[in-house]
């Protein structure tokens, strides 16, 4: 078993030994001698000729194979979007060992490649569906409620007397199933951030919640943010508008800071809130959105990471400036 997990490298220095040492074994025990009777000068000469044999065999093998080896170890562990270390390779620059490690890179790369591209399409193929329910939703929906409030108001002037407040409570909950609607619509497809950009969207976001009976929130935006592209900008908005969400409905909060700087590389979004935690160790728990983020960051390579206690709950999102 030890066997079947060592490198091939030393798998090939084994299996020669092996075979090296048996026909020494051979020559020294066998019937089949150099010389009638063997002599301590020919069994000096052949242990020191294999051992010569093996050294040599060692030193082609670790040029040819060493890379191999290393490409072997870092195929367990990479992952596409991380930092992992690639292996570099040998000495001998046109062996079989260093054409494996050139075509390993070109495949790393392009896979890279791949997934950045079908990420990105995968981003605006729901941005897409959003925006085309948003628009449902408004179009429809809302056009048949702006109509049964119309017919409503009508009726006012002709039901009796005893009968128009039932008719105005039903025509204020049509309202406000018509606010509903353009709320929903509006996160579904926030204009505001095509139209006037990122800080304009997360100021109305965070304007709304306090609107609709969350708590208040401050926000901190840092200079010198760089432009991070429309599908980054979408990341960020989504990730804030999924923690502020989270913020109302279960952390029972009193304040929320939402802050959006610039971090070296790197353009990071806080929502900080001094609500109920999660517990001990959250970054481990699915549920609350979190896996959805994370998905959503990784889109555009980026992370999204926990923090909570007993009080208390903190969002990072950490995107690439460039």
Not at 19 to 25: E, K, N, R, S
Not at 51 to 62: E, K
Not at 93 to 113: C, I
Not at 259 to 267: D, F, T, W, Y
Request: with cysteine.
């Amino acid at each position: 078993m030890r066997l079947l997990n060592t490198s091939l490298y030393w798998k090939v220095c084994l299996i020669n030994g092996a075979v090296l040492g048996a026909a020494t074994a051979v020559l020294l025990f066998s019937p089949a001698r150099v010389s009638r009777q063997a002599v301590v000068s020919e069994a000096i000469v052949l242990v020191v000729g294999l051992g010569l044999v093996l050294v040599v065999t060692a030193a082609l093998l670790r040029s040819a194979l060493g890379p191999v080896d290393r490409v072997i170890r870092e195929m367990a562990t990479a992952q596409l979007g991380g930092e992992e270390r690639r292996p570099e390779p040998g000495t001998g620059g046109d062996g079989p060992g260093d054409q494996l490690v050139r075509s390993y890179h070109a495949m790393l790369e392009r896979l890279e490649r791949e997934r950045r591209s079908s990420s990105a399409r995968a981003l605006a193929a729901q941005e897409a569906e959003r925006h085309r329910i948003a628009r449902e939703l408004h179009d429809q929906i809302g056009q048949n409620l702006t109509v049964v409030l119309l017919g409503l108001k009508q009726l006012e002037d002709r039901v009796p007397a005893e009968l128009q407040g039932e008719l105005a409570l039903v025509r204020e909950t049509a309202r406000t199933g018509l606010d509903d609607v353009r709320r929903v619509a509006r996160e579904l497809r926030p204009g505001v951030l095509d139209d006037l950009g990122l800080h304009a969207a997360l100021a109305a976001l965070t304007t709304d919640v306090a609107a609709h009976g969350g708590p208040a929130v401050r926000r901190t935006f840092g200079p010198g943010l760089p432009d991070l592209g429309h599908d980054v900008e979408v990341v960020v908005y989504r990730v804030a508008q999924e923690a502020l969400t989270n913020v109302v409905r279960h952390a029972g909060a009193s304040r929320v800071d939402l802050s959006l700087l610039r971090l070296g590389h790197e353009v990071v979004l806080e929502v900080a809130d001094d609500g109920r935690g999660l517990g001990p160790a959250p970054a481990d728990r699915g549920g609350t959105g979190l896996d959805g983020m994370r998905d959503r960051a990784a889109l555009v390579g980026g992370t999204v990471e926990l923090y909570s206690g007993e009080r208390g709950t903190t969002v990072r999102l950490k995107v690439p400036a460039a």
